[in-house]
């Protein structure tokens, strides 16, 4: 257990593109920022297959190489990246403490929140009794478990489009189970999924039950139309569902939706409380890509710089 408080200028909370691309400003701005990863350091594109859609990578990037670049890119310019969850903050005008889960108390004059956001589950019973046993929220992750065996994928966004076709390709039949008769995916993802002879979606439809008690040996699901019943025989389920933002340690503090989002004044990233300011997914419930949200953290460091610059700290 540290004892003693540790001041710096410029905290960032969370790994993705948003925390690292505020990490590669700040640190260029001499603010020395320290960067605590959270639990899942590299964030959501770690379990991401073939980035596509980020300019500046014309035939496409794995995620977790493009999260290990942002890292690298910020740490050569000096920030201290540290593998570690902050687990609780107190915000009170310009003095800003958070504590990590070894217990350091660091007084930050900035603080950067881009804890990003996480995987949503159904809410069933079986689901909880059979995650990890053949439950999964990530396809990119477990999916290599179930090559050659039939598998269901929940969710008709952009994320089950493409966890679907990944499924497509290790697995006989994905079934996809869309609770409405109309994906929420963009038209490209759409035409995909449609032009792929093994996903079968299936409309209208919601997991009731998973089925087995140490591995999943199916799931019944309901025609939410006709409430007609089918046992689909799948020994892999993936919810892709969407995501909640890791927001909850600062709702005493700062204002947000109901969900968790965190409002950001006008155009910058300013949050409610002076010297924090939110960028990527905490606070983006709209664009949620990953340049979207480098392009935020940037903002959040530049926000961050002149806040300090006003202040006469720098
Ligand atoms: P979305 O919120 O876009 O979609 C969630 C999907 O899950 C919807 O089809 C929704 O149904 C369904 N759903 C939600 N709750 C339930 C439930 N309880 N039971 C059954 N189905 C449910 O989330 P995504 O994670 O797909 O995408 C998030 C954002 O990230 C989007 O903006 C997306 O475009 C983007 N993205 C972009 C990618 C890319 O460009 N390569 C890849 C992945 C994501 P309904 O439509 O009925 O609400």
Avoid at 27 to 37: D, F, G, K, S
Avoid at 132 to 149: H, W
Avoid at 242 to 266: A, C, E, L
Wanted: charged residues 25%; glycine residues 10%; aromatic residues 8%.
């Amino acid at each position: 257990m540290a004892d003693q408080v540790e001041k710096v200028k410029c905290l960032i909370v969370g790994s993705g593109p948003a925390g690292y691309s505020a990490a590669v400003y700040a640190a260029r701005a001499n603010l020395e920022p320290v960067l605590y990863t959270g639990e899942e350091p590299g964030g959501q594109l770690m379990i991401t297959t073939d980035v596509e859609n980020y300019p500046g990578y014309p035939e496409g990037i794995m995620g977790p190489q493009m999260m290990d670049d942002f890292r690298k890119q910020a740490e050569r310019f000096g920030t201290d990246v540290r593998m570690e969850m902050i687990t609780k903050v107190e915000l009170n005008g310009g003095l800003h403490k958070a504590w990590s889960e070894s217990g350091q108390e660091i007084h930050a004059k900035t603080l950067i929140i881009s804890t990003g956001a996480s995987a949503k589950w159904l809410g069933l019973e079986s689901e909880k009794r059979l995650m990890n046993k053949g439950v999964s929220a990530c396809a990119v992750c477990d999916g290599f478990f179930f090559r050659g065996q039939e598998v269901a994928i929940v969710g008709g966004g952009d994320t089950a489009a493409e966890e679907s076709l990944y499924l497509s390709k290790l697995c006989p039949k994905v079934h996809m189970l869309v609770r409405r008769d109309e994906l929420r995916a963009s038209k490209i993802m759409q035409e995909r999924v449609m032009n792929t002879e093994n996903i079968q979606i299936h409309w209208n439809t919601e997991a009731q039950e998973i089925l087995g008690e140490e591995e999943v040996e199916g799931v019944r699901v309901i025609n939410n139309q006709t409430q007609e019943e089918t046992t689909l025989p799948v020994s892999g389920f993936f919810v892709a569902i969407g995501h909640k933002p890791n927001t909850d340690i600062f709702r005493d503090f700062i204002d947000m939706d109901s969900t968790g989002y965190i409002h950001t004044d006008g155009k910058s990233t300013k949050t409610n409380v002076e010297g924090v300011f939110a960028s990527g997914d905490a606070q983006d419930n709209v664009y949620r890509q990953a340049v979207t949200a480098a392009g935020t953290g940037c903002m959040a460091a530049l926000d961050a710089e002149r806040y300090l610059t006003e202040k006469g700290v720098i």
